[in-house]
């Protein structure tokens, strides 16, 4: 009796040495190319995660956001951090899905014009010039592009469009080359703020959004639900720390102030609406790439 139970004891040492067992996850960032860039940049954050999981992530570079969605189907990369526009795109290829939402303060787009320009309202855009940012940026293309939707212009029909820089748009508008611009409204302000030739009120919003659904730590769908826990639990528990990683280096300082909260993917519907009124109802490509 007393070896049967020496031996059940053993196994169920056993057994719980492999539940609690380190595991080793891959890494990604979708707008950080490079190994060097992802180590300076994220490389705090991943410190951070480690300590609270007791887990180990080792960063997998990719160059694209195609090559990040690639990973994931492979099940080469496990984790991936990831804006609102790839998300959607990627979940369609991978069926991934988003696990902590990073919470950005004052983060919302906008539609501005000149104050002397005669325009009030979106609707006196139809049949003029628009400045959007990066093709498929979230808050500089597709965030705007949706504002005008939601106060009846369509976005591909009605306007003029064009895409360039925050600086180049700016400027643009400044000369009356372009009737307006739409972009993310806190960096367009910070922009606006560097403005020494003109006086503030040169320049007015017409339209805002809503503040975007968060930036993203998404999980692939090859990882084991009760791993995936484990890791939202650990930063969840852990936020102060997590969010010290991510804000460490300046490249991240979009994200200073910042939360860390559970999301699902139903958070982002409003950006499959997006896709949809800028004239890709798939949402199964990344535009621009």
Same mark, same amino acid.
């Given at each position: ?7 059940a004891g053993?196994a169920?040492a056993?057994?719980?040495a492999?539940?609690?067992q380190a595991e ?6 979708t707008?950080v190319e ?6 300076l940049?994220?490389?705090?954050f ?5 300590t609270a999981t ?5 960063f ?5 956001r195609t090559?990040?969605?690639e ?7 496990d984790?991936?951090v990831?804006?609102p526009?790839?998300?959607v795109v990627i979940h369609?290829?991978t !069926?991934a899905?988003?696990?902590? %939402?990073?919470?950005? =303060?004052?983060?919302h787009c906008a539609? #501005?014009?000149r *104050?002397d320009?005669g325009?009030?309202?979106?609707a006196?855009l139809?049949g ?8 498929g940026?979230t808050?500089?293309?597709l965030?705007?592009?949706q504002?005008l939707?939601d106060h009846g212009?369509?976005p591909?029909n ?6 360039t820089s925050r600086n ?7 000369a ?5 611009l ?10 606006r703020?560097?403005e ?5 009120g040169?320049?007015?919003m017409?339209?805002r959004?809503g503040?975007l659904? !968060?930036d993203?730590i998404?999980v %692939?769908s090859?990882? =084991? ?5 484990? #890791?939202?639990n *650990? ?5 102060a ?6 804000t460490?280096?300046?490249?991240n300082?979009?994200?200073v102030?910042m939360d860390?909260?559970?999301i ?7 950006v499959?609406s997006?896709?949809s009124?800028a004239g890709?109802?798939q ?6 790439d």
């Open positions: 009796m007393k070896l049967r139970s020496i031996i053993v169920l056993a057994v719980s492999v539940a609690t080793t996850w891959k890494l990604a960032v707008d490079g190994m060097e860039r992802l180590q940049e994220w490389g705090p991943k410190d951070a995660l480690e007791g887990d180990t992530f080792e997998f570079a990719v160059n694209s090559a990040a969605a990973a994931l189907r492979g099940e080469t990369v984790f991936v990831s804006g526009a790839e998300y369609k290829l !069926n899905t988003p696990l902590i %939402g990073l919470g950005r =303060p004052d983060y539609i #501005v014009v *104050a320009s325009i009030n309202v979106p006196d139809k003029k010039k628009v400045a959007f940012g990066d093709i940026s808050s500089n293309m965030c705007p592009m504002v939707a212009v369509d591909v009605d306007i003029e469009k064009t895409h180049i748009a700016h400027e643009a508008l400044k009356g080359d372009v009737d307006a739409g972009s993310n409204a806190g960096s367009w302000l910070n922009v703020a560097k020494t030739e003109l006086p503030y040169f320049f007015k017409i339209a959004s503040d659904p !968060n993203m998404m %692939g090859h990882v =084991p639900t009760d791993a995936a826990e484990h #890791v939202k *650990a930063i969840l528990e852990n936020k720390a997590i969010i010290a990683g991510i460490a280096h300046e490249e300082d979009k994200y102030g860390l909260v559970a699902e993917d139903s958070a982002y519907d409003y499959r997006m896709y009124n890709f109802p949402f199964d490509n990344f535009i621009g």
